[in-house]
């Protein structure tokens, strides 16, 4: 912006016709630029909201809405409608004359965040004076008529053009990355259109005589500067002679092909000032009157070359259009500025830790547990079911016959069955039972660190003699038992270690589940210890 700032200004101060008034307002119109870069619309839309959604697109956003589809559809966007005024000026065969004034009017709509079209009306009034004399005017009915060669002239010309074109227009930095949306656009195109043109020379002064060129260039003067106030001093404004016509057409409407290059800088959601420079070419070498190339001492012939016109302006745009059924034009939308909030947002969110209810203390949460009033100190299985090994309907907990043959089912409130024995055998079991007579001695108590339910390796060797001792003794079983304090979460942990004493002696020792039996008493002893008792 300041690169340009100073451009412009030394473009001004270079010309002969620049004025103070039209520096302080091109001063004035970079201070609203400035302010605008500050503007406070953040550039932003809700991407839920679907009052600005075509009922074309209803359908998709639905979809959207209810995450069955990726993409929101697109959302209605507002018209642009645009006034500049500016430079126009001709390059041609005759040097230009700054700075002369243009003003055009245009509407624009987007077709995405990136491409738009943009119609367009300049009209443009360009002045031309050369500061050498010339003297190969002999084809050109507009000197000729009134000079003779070699008189010299000093070719000039005034041209009003008028163009009307229609332009693709692509937003070369709405879609950032790294960075959120700028409240500038930069902005490049190509377009068609149609120009017209109205040529005038400056050939006859006020009483419609020839000037006398002659006193200027035989004068001695050298200096450009000199010369073109000399020039001036001399001339007057009529511009009354109609420039030089193209012989194969009467028409002075040609087909115009554009380049374009701007910037805009946002003043609020509603307004915009915009920095353009617009540069048109057309099938045409009589923009500045002159299309004949001087020869010495030969004939002139045409230059080959065409004319093209150059329109560099600032202007104020304005959104138009309902605020609350279209947001604005769609390239002052970075359309990541969703998927970024998407990407960042979960990451910022502060979720409390979960609470997980377990009403009776199993360890398995309520909306997980199939068996919700669970006994204090009974052991479950992954649905917060009270085991039961044999099926017999008593809890392990509570079953004093952990293994109850099915034969002797249904059994009595503490899980023992009844199984029926013949009078034949009587004699012998309690012949066999006073054979084996369980006599193991006194076995170790396990002790545990506090709510720890893991091993110790001494416990581990304490345990490996315990089972010696049962492997020596068929007729021998052993109680396994824990003293938890009354709460639930103690209970639980007792339930834990005994079952950690039975499962190493069913698995690492080989003794049979059978013979032992687990249990755990509230407030019986020591709650880190476990003893083992012979039966």
């Known amino acids: 912006m300041i690169f340009l700032q100073k451009f412009y200004l030394e473009i001004i101060n270079q010309k002969v016709m620049a004025s103070k008034k039209f520096k302080l307002l091109l001063m ?39 995450n069955t589809y990726d993409f929101p559809a697109k959302p209605r966007d507002q018209w642009e409608l645009g006034v500049t005024g500016g430079i126009f000026s001709i390059s041609g065969d005759v040097s230009a004359q700054l700075p002369t004034a243009g003003f055009g ?46 008189d010299p002239v000093y ?19 709405n879609i950032r990355f790294y960075k959120d949306k700028t409240k500038m656009v930069v902005y490049g195109g190509v377009g068609i259109g149609a120009t017209t043109y109205d040529t005038k020379i ?24 000199d010369i073109r106030k000399a020039l001036k001093d001399m001339m007057d404004d009529s511009y009354e002679t109609a420039g030089e016509t193209d012989d194969a057409t ?38 500045d009157g002159q299309q004949w190339q001087e ?17 560099l302006s600032v202007g104020l745009n304005f959104n138009i259009g309902s605020s609350t059924k279209s947001i604005e034009p769609l390239w002052w939308i970075n359309p990541l500025d969703y998927a970024y909030s998407e990407i960042n947002n979960p990451k910022h969110m502060k979720i409390p830790p979960p609470v997980l209810p377990d009403a009776d203390g ?30 017999d309907g008593v809890p392990d907990c509570k079953d004093k016959e952990l293994i109850t043959p099915t034969q002797c089912q249904p059994v009595d409130a503490d899980g023992v069955g009844k199984c029926p024995e013949p009078d034949c055998c009587r004699s012998l079991r309690d012949s066999l039972a006073a054979a084996n007579v369980c006599n193991m001695g006194d ?64 698995e690492k020792e080989g003794i049979s589940a059978d013979r032992i039996t687990t249990n755990c008493e509230v407030g019986g002893g020591d709650v880190n210890t476990v003893d083992i008792k012979s039966n």
């Open 28 to 66: 004035g119109i970079f201070t609203l630029m400035s302010l605008g870069v500050f503007a406070q619309d953040s550039g932003k839309y809700d991407i839920y909201d679907s009052s600005v959604i075509s009922n074309k697109g209803k359908a998709q956003q639905n979809e959207f809405m209810n």
């Open 105 to 150: 009017l245009h509407v624009r709509k987007s077709f995405g965040h990136v491409f738009s079209l943009r119609a367009e009306y300049v009209y443009g009034t360009a002045k031309g004076l050369n500061w050498k004399p010339s003297g190969g005017y002999a084809n050109n009915p507009a000197w000729n008529t009134h000079y003779s060669a070699p």
């Open 155 to 173: 070719y000039n010309y005034k041209s009003t053009v008028q163009d009307f074109g229609i332009q693709g227009l692509f937003s070369i930095n």
């Open 202 to 225: 400056n050939a006859l002064n006020g009483e419609g005589q020839p000037y006398d060129f002659s006193t200027i260039s035989g004068s001695g003067y050298s200096d450009r500067k």
């Open 250 to 287: 009467s028409s002075k409407m040609k087909p115009t092909a554009s380049v374009i290059a701007g910037m805009a800088f946002k003043l609020s959601k509603r307004i915009n000032l915009a920095i353009e420079d617009k540069l048109s070419f057309l099938r045409d070498d009589l923009l």
């Open 295 to 311: 020869r010495p001492n030969a004939s002139p012939v045409l230059t080959g070359s065409y004319d093209s016109y150059n329109y």
């Open 362 to 391: 199993d360890g398995v949460t309520d909306q997980f547990d199939r068996e919700p009033n669970t006994p204090a100190g009974c052991a479950v299985d992954s649905h917060g079911v009270s085991k039961d090994t044999d099926g």
């Open 443 to 506: 076995l170790p108590s396990i002790s545990f660190k506090n709510k720890s339910n893991t091993l110790s390796s001494d416990a581990q060797a304490m345990l490996a003699t315990v089972a010696s001792k049962l492997k020596n003794t068929a007729s021998c079983s052993i109680t396994v038992t824990g003293y938890p304090a009354a709460s639930k979460a103690s209970q639980a942990l007792c339930n834990k270690r005994v079952d950690a004493i039975r499962a190493y002696l069913t």
